[in-house]
């Protein structure tokens, strides 16, 4: 199941949910989640590798991640679990080694969501948001854009959602290039009810800073390289940063958030969203 951790409500559909701010439950001595702030949740997010990664439906490979201590899960305690808690003993090792996880254990455990579907959107369709924002960082050097389109075929297979998103100006051409940073989508949630996708891909379209362009032509496989390579040096880190401040700035310039010239930190969010909305899907009524 897909777990939430988010600033009002953590929990799942197999789990339930409870306030994050209620009774003390979470980040605190007598939960036992010591550790459970923002960074850690997102730590979490980015687990790599785990016995009970979505994918890896083979016992072998569940029990030699684990007896390796590739484990870069989370066990998490029920908020509503006993008054005395205990801590994960052997035991949980046991359970991952052998995929025995019910979700009724006091202590539950999490691993990263992207080994099912990476882009974040599947939890933010079952909860009928009204705009999503989904910034696709994943290494796709084909631009094949896999990840859109596995939630696509998910939130149709799953809710009955249907999303409708042209995603060719991600394309290369000849030079390596695409024609956009970012496209925007319509979602139709099963009952009738419209909202919107802005998709946002790491992507070259041959317009950005002269230091960008310079370690693109240095190393070919930039903005995709593995994500293997954990250990960025100061000049690529800095690269995929320049990279994605200027996407951000080609995103919130005046002729991409309509006809006035007023920047875009002067407008309330709803405003901002729906001037984008209004340039890039010109026939949907927001």
Known sequence: DFFLLSKKY??????????????????????????????????????????????????????????????????????????????????????????????????????????????????????????????????DLGMTRGAISRVIRMARQDMGIEIDIDTTPFSLDNQGHCQSHFVVGKITYADGDQAFLLYIKSSMTGNEPDDVKDYRRRNAEFPHQTTADQFFDEEQFEAYRALGEHMAAELLKPESIGTRAEPANTLRTTELFERIIHRHIRSIRV
Not at 81 to 102: C, D, F, I, K, T
């Open 10 to 139: 953590c929990g799942s559909d197999s789990t339930g949910y409870w306030p994050t701010k209620s009774d003390k439950r979470y980040a605190d001595a007598e939960s036992c989640n010591l550790d459970l702030d923002l960074s850690t949740a997102m730590a979490i997010s980015g687990a790599a590798v785990s016995p009970n990664m979505g994918t890896v439906p083979l016992a072998w490979v569940r029990g030699f991640l684990a007896v390796s201590n590739l484990r870069m899960g989370y066990w998490f305690r029920r908020p509503n679990g006993r008054a005395e808690p205990s801590y994960p003993h052997l035991g949980y090792l046991l359970r991952e080694y052998m995929g025995n996880l019910p979700t009724k254990h006091e202590y539950l455990n999490l691993s990263d969501g992207g080994h099912i579907e990476n882009l974040g959107i599947y939890t933010l369709l079952r909860r009928k948001c009204k705009f999503i924002i989904a910034v696709d960082g994943e290494a």
